[in-house]
């Protein structure tokens, strides 16, 4: 470690140094620094908070530990999100990429490239044209998550999601990505053979996935974000960061379904100001199911049943309420 990680203190002694990274929330927590309180986090005790200027000083930091952590994950994430679609790349089509990606098993929709800025034509009008051209008698399924995983099993449990989903619903609905790396990804590449993911990036942009169907729209990430938080039936989180609650929020806004994995931890659990609501079981899941979505020893295939069953709950439900009206 650095010079001031050296000399730091002991106890209640909390150091922010900018030359040694203090870690991840968990890190917080397990070393006695942090308490959960309901869905925030708060100091054990009131701590002394400074940060190294120089190897003969200290002077007292501008900003709190939680939010110096806070902008360090979302910066974070926006490097890895830009990173990620970066303007380098141009659009490539399913087939394009059946051809150019050896040994992958597609078979895909008909392409669709909507090539609709945000800024021509505002969020919602984009999504509702969207949403007509992939159907409006289907259920959309959005997948949200971080762009690598934290959690020893959270891989896993998209993995076990994307399939027992693909095999319950599969027929009554299409799943979209925002073409991500990290849980989109995975979620596409076993979501059976990708005929029924579509993925949601800028104009001009590919995920490269070699499943499912690129539907551009937007100029940049934002605009993306915006259409994708206006277009699903139903979100499904896992882990993530600010980003992730940014398009979970504007769902949960609209007053549709929101899924949270919460035993993955992150905004999927309350945290980057996750809308509280979408945490509280919905009427029509069970106890049990919503519990296995929280519990950290459950087993990932129990987890990833009580996940579709759930979904598929509140597909039947919303028929339900259709065939009423």
Request: proline letters at 3%; aromatic letters at 6%.
């Amino acid at each position: 470690g650095s010079e001031a990680a050296r000399r730091k203190g002991a106890g209640r002694w909390l150091w922010v140094d900018p030359q040694v990274s203090i870690g991840y929330y968990l890190h917080l927590i397990e070393n006695g620094y942090m308490v959960q309180q309901g869905g925030r986090f708060a100091f054990a005790q009131p701590p002394e908070i400074k940060a190294w200027s120089s190897a003969s000083g200290l002077e007292v930091a501008g900003a709190t530990a939680v939010e110096a952590e806070e902008d360090r994950d979302e910066e974070q994430e926006e490097e890895e999100e830009a990173k990620q679609l970066g303007g380098s790349r141009e659009a490539v089509l399913p087939e394009e990429r059946a051809g150019a990606e050896e040994g992958a098993e597609h078979v895909p929709e008909a392409a669709i490239v909507e090539e609709a800025h945000a800024g021509e034509d505002t969020a919602a009008e984009t999504a509702n044209e969207l949403r007509s051209k992939l159907g409006r008698d289907i259920c959309i399924v959005c997948i949200l998550g971080g762009t690598e995983f934290r959690g020893v099993d959270s891989e896993a449990l998209v993995k076990a999601i994307a399939s027992k989903l693909e095999a319950s619903i599969g027929s009554k609905a299409k799943f979209l990505t925002g073409g991500m790396a990290g849980v989109q990804e995975t979620f596409a590449k076993h979501c059976g053979d990708g005929s029924r993911v579509w993925n949601l990036l800028p104009v001009g942009q590919s995920s490269s996935y070699g499943r499912g169907t690129d539907i551009n729209v937007g100029a940049g990430l934002e605009e993306r974000k915006a259409v994708f938080g206006l277009i699903g039936d139903i979100y499904i989180t896992v882990e993530g960061g600010p980003g992730v609650s940014q398009e979970a929020k504007a769902a949960h806004a609209r007053g549709v379904l929101v899924v949270p994995l919460m035993r993955t931890g992150g905004a999927s659990n309350g945290m980057f100001e996750f809308p509280q609501g979408a945490l509280q079981k919905p009427d029509f899941s069970t106890d049990e199911q919503w519990s296995l979505l929280k519990r950290h020893d459950a087993p990932v295939d129990e987890s990833a049943a009580a996940v579709a069953a759930v979904v598929e709950a509140c597909i039947g439900a919303t028929m339900e309420r259709t065939a009423a009206c």
